[in-house]
């Protein structure tokens, strides 16, 4: 039961593949994080709610814009 050189030559690429990817594991380094994160959030950072005009006394504003509830028709 001999095999014939094109099932040979697939099993010697095989083996090939397999030693390369064994020596890369083998070869590789260890680097350093790139992290360059700022290290999370300031501890005294807290929730500060958005003002509106009922917070700020003696303003008017006008209402805020709404969405026509219409399609948009040009006439």
Do not use: C, W, Y
Not at 49 to 62: F, G, H, K, T
């Amino acid at each position: 039961m001999t095999e014939d050189s094109k099932q040979k030559e697939i099993r010697l690429k095989k083996e090939l593949a397999q030693v390369r990817a064994q020596n890369a594991n083998d070869m590789r380094k260890t680097r350093p994080s790139r992290d360059f994160s700022v290290g999370g959030l300031p501890p005294d950072t807290t929730h500060k709610a958005s003002l509106s005009s009922r917070d700020i006394p003696d303003v008017i504003l006008p209402p805020e814009k709404r969405r026509g509830k219409k399609e948009n028709i040009p006439f």
